[in-house]
């Protein structure tokens, strides 16, 4: 009994630790230094929770949306714009907006924007980025899900991904798959709170990594005026999201945006 006696004591007194610098840095007695000092459920309403850093060696800001992705520990950054560049989820072997039910067009595993996110963008970020993620466990649809309207789920492991239907804060339409569990970030916001736009301020529909079950090759999109479905094809916004180590150091910066002070990863300068 000893033993446990000291497992929970110990877990109590590291739960006291943690919320003793919650309650710091929401009333602003300590200065935030690391990222997950800056996430959106840490900080006080109204706070800054964004972070820049570098892709291509430009600075980007990125949305620090919990300091705690899916339990683990991990800090969640979702890019604030989405990229210049549109992106199909997966190009049809069979033309423009023609696809076989076996083709699986909106099965996420492996996808073109699967495998986009994690080659070419991620050939963008800085070394202080880089250096910095870890891999998060995402639940994804199952292919025997699609094209029946099933409600089976697979855990995959990737560096970068796009965000769930369901941790946009959607609720669970009956034909998808919940997709991991809704951010705190995106509870009880309205529509115009999900939608994104980019760097030079206009708005456009952006994948989510989350199929429409009812066929095999639509996939949900946050649209600038309602959620939608289209066919995997389509060439819209994307809106990367990964996970850094909550402990990757953070500093500011009175260079990046005139006249205002904002936080940096440190080391993206580098």
């Not at 009333?27 to 959106?40: F, H, V």
């Not at 990229?83 to 696809?99: A, C, I, K, M, Y």
């Not at 999109?221 to 953070?250: E, H, K, M, Q």
């Amino acid at each position: 009994m000893r033993p446990i006696i000291c497992v929970l004591i110990l877990a109590l007194l590291v739960m006291a630790i943690l919320r003793r610098e919650q309650v710091l840095l929401a009333t602003g007695l300590r200065q935030p230094t690391t990222i997950a000092d800056i996430a959106y459920d840490v900080r006080n309403r109204g706070a800054d929770y964004r972070v820049f850093l570098k892709e291509d060696g430009l600075f980007v800001p990125y949305l620090v949306l919990t300091a705690n992705y899916s339990g683990s520990g991990n800090v969640l950054l979702l890019r604030e714009y989405l990229l210049d560049q549109e992106v199909p989820f997966n190009h049809s072997p069979r033309g423009h907006s023609l696809w076989a039910w076996q083709d699986f067009g909106a099965y996420y595993p492996d996808s073109n924007i699967d495998n986009f996110l994690n080659t070419e963008f991620a050939s963008t970020l800085c070394e202080a980025v880089i250096t910095a993620m870890m891999p998060s466990d995402i639940v994804v649809t199952d292919k025997s899900s699609m094209g029946v309207t099933g409600r089976t789920a697979n855990v995959i492991t990737r560096d970068i991904f796009l965000l769930s239907l369901r941790e946009l804060g959607i609720p669970d339409p009956s034909t998808s798959v919940p997709e991991g569990e809704r951010l705190r970030f995106f509870r009880g916001v309205f529509h115009t709170d999900r939608v994104a736009r980019f760097s030079n301020g206009i708005e456009s529909p952006y994948w989510t990594r989350t199929p429409q079950t009812w066929e095999t090759y639509t996939v949900f999109a946050i649209g600038t005026n309602a959620v939608g479905a289209g066919s995997a094809d389509g060439y819209i916004g994307v809106r990367p999201a990964f996970a850094l180590c909550r402990y990757t150091a953070i500093t500011i910066s009175t260079d990046i945006i005139s006249g205002e002070t904002v936080f940096v990863l440190a080391g993206a300068d580098d």
